[in-house]
């Protein structure tokens, strides 16, 4: 069957990292462009970042440029988030999506329709 598997997530203090994992199964990965998202209670869900098929291309989030970095190993079917100078505002339900095309991706909350598969969320939790 088709999934998305999330891992990472996890307790961290303000300033830490912590590193999350979008694992394929059942699909190949190569023609997936991979998008993070995270929400928070009571918020709206937002795109946090994206990386393309090729992994040539990404996009970040305001709030998290310079601190998160997304890439991808397709020999594992794995899409990572790397996330430092993690601080209490980051704290949120994190997702990942499959989005089948070729090239390009998009965090734009319109285009969401466009992802084909979403994950599990995992609880990020940012608190000394």
């Known amino acids: 069957q088709l999934q998305l598997v999330v891992s990472g997530g996890g307790l961290v203090q303000p300033g830490g990292s912590l590193r999350l994992s979008c694992a394929a199964s059942g699909f190949n990965l190569d023609y997936y462009a991979i998008g993070w998202f995270r929400q928070v209670p009571g918020k709206e869900r937002e795109g946090v970042s994206c990386?393309?098929?090729?992994?040539?291309?990404?996009n970040y989030a305001d709030p998290v440029k310079g601190r998160f970095t997304i890439s991808r190993d397709n020999a594992k079917k794995t899409v990572y988030l790397q996330m430092s100078s993690l601080k209490p505002e980051d704290t949120a339900i994190y997702y990942c999506a499959a989005d089948y095309q070729s090239s390009g991706c998009t965090i734009l909350a319109g285009m969401w329709v466009h992802y084909d598969y979403w994950g599990q969320g995992t609880q990020v939790t940012v608190s000394s």
């Open positions: 990386i393309s098929a090729s992994g040539g291309s990404t």
